[in-house]
């Protein structure tokens, strides 16, 4: 039977840990830098390389659709994998799942490296590529969900953004690793390149399986969940108490979650058109995903800061509104090769626009919901959406086509995702200055002593 979620009698509950929220924020950073340093390589190889080593018989524009659904399909697995690993954080702890998502990441990314190609094994190639894409969406499932658990919990009430947003510096850090290590072996011949030069960036994921583990396994576990257990109030079945009193908050952020498609669009799609179609130099167009992201390393933190102060709402609709805008100015620079327009208009949206909206949400989503169900909610809420986005490349090629004018079609595409995403921000409760014990309960509910950190 599900334990009620109501407060342990008085001085059942021993002394839980003690919050240090600079380390937990470090060590969400390094270890989503490196997680999605793995989930990221693949997204620029299937826009590259992987149309033509898994998928040679088909036609260019065929051969690019299918390599980007397999990018897409890691992304199904995510909502499984937010599912399963949402369960054990909230049952088992924060800690334990951030160990095993990064274990599973490296270890199939590793195995990409090694995979044969169509060519030496036939259609076994792609399906074994497709299992371990799922494997990796499967880990990056209850990765986010997992880091900014951790990172809330051991932050006080008025910095809660701040310290919740070096989550997502570490996915941008894992974008620019991921990007940058691709430069050099884009410069490859093509012969070089299509045979062995593209496994470079997996086999290096076996340093990230060791590094990662480490820092991972060091983590304390938050008060907040400590106080869960020490008052006997965790759930058995944290998704069915989700469904049953926090289904809206699930909705929303899910909603709220499709921003993700700016990121889907920018990275993947924008990099297929410029390169596949409009015949842009690869090598310079990587470039612009990795200045764009240095840039966003230094304005997801002061983003975070003004949601502390102003609150989580008028700055992530700000990014929302302003990417809705700028995906046409960026597809469009794209379509006429300028490259000053499309590095200014890049860096621009993708580098201190689109991270308004990666500042807040760790801390907006996370705070829809209570701590017995936190993990699972914002896992599951988040890689639904992120599901939808992740086929957003693959939406948007079939709906578009390759022809010089199907860019325009790709930005209403997310200009609507933007906007979609701006209602469901727009009619949420303000969270920013709410107390951690009192997150996610209902109007005159019983409030927990649940482990709200002051520092």
Not at 54 to 81: E, H, K, M, Q
Not at 97 to 123: A, C, H, K, N, W
Not at 367 to 377: D, I, N, T, W
């Amino acid at each position: 039977m599900t334990p009620p979620l109501t407060a342990p009698a008085p001085g059942s509950a021993p002394s839980v840990t003690q919050a240090n929220p600079r380390r937990a924020a470090a060590a969400a950073w390094i270890g989503s830098a490196l997680e999605y340093y793995d989930f990221f390589i693949y997204g620029t190889a299937a826009a590259l390389v992987f149309g033509r080593v898994f998928f040679p018989d088909s036609n260019p524009l065929a051969g690019t659709l299918l390599a980007l659904a397999t990018f897409g399909v890691g992304y199904l697995a995510r909502p499984i994998g937010a599912l399963v690993l949402g369960h054990l954080g909230d049952t088992v702890g924060r800690k334990k799942v951030l160990v095993f998502t990064v274990l599973l990441m490296g270890i199939s990314t590793v195995l990409v490296g090694f995979l044969p190609s169509y060519e030496q094994i036939g259609v076994a190639a792609p399906i074994l590529l497709v299992v371990l894409r799922l494997a990796q969406g499967f880990s990056a499932g209850g990765e986010q969900a997992g880091a900014n658990s951790m990172s809330m919990e051991h932050a006080p009430d008025h910095r809660r953004a701040f310290f919740t947003s070096f989550t997502l510096s570490g996915t941008q850090a894992g974008q620019i690793f991921a990007t940058a290590v691709f430069i050099p072996v884009a410069l490859l011949p093509e012969a070089d390149l299509l045979s062995w030069g593209w496994r470079i960036p997996f086999w290096i994921s076996a340093i990230v399986i060791v590094v990662a583990f480490l820092i991972r396994r060091t983590l304390d576990e938050t008060p907040v969940f400590t106080a869960e257990v020490a008052g006997g109030a965790v759930a058995e079945v944290p998704v069915r108490v989700l469904f049953r009193d926090h289904w809206r908050g699930v909705l929303r952020v899910i909603a709220a979650a499709l921003i993700a498609s700016v990121s889907t669009i920018f990275t993947v799609y924008a990099l297929s058109f410029a390169v596949n179609t409009v015949g842009l130099d690869r090598t310079t167009m990587l470039w612009v995903g990795v200045l764009a992201n240095v840039a966003a390393l230094g304005t997801i933190p002061l983003w975070a800061m003004l949601s502390d102060r102003v609150g989580r709402k008028p700055v992530f609709i700000t990014g929302s509104l302003g990417c809705a805008a700028l995906m046409f100015a960026y597809l469009y620079a794209i379509s006429i090769a300028n490259y000053p327009l499309i590095f200014i208009v890049g860096i621009g949206m993708f580098g201190f626009i689109y991270t308004a909206t990666s500042a807040v949400w760790p801390a907006f989503y996370a705070e829809m919901f209570p701590a017995a169900v936190r993990l699972s909610g914002m896992a599951i809420g988040t890689q639904i959406g992120f599901a939808v986005a992740g086929f957003a490349p693959t939406i948007a090629i079939a709906a578009a086509g390759d022809g010089p004018n199907a860019w325009l079609i790709v930005a209403a595409i997310t200009a609507v995702i933007c906007l979609i995403n701006v209602i469901a921000v727009a009619t949420a409760k303000e969270t920013f200055r709410v107390p951690m014990n009192e997150l996610g309960l209902k109007p005159g509910a019983t409030v927990r002593q649940s482990g709200s950190v002051k520092v």
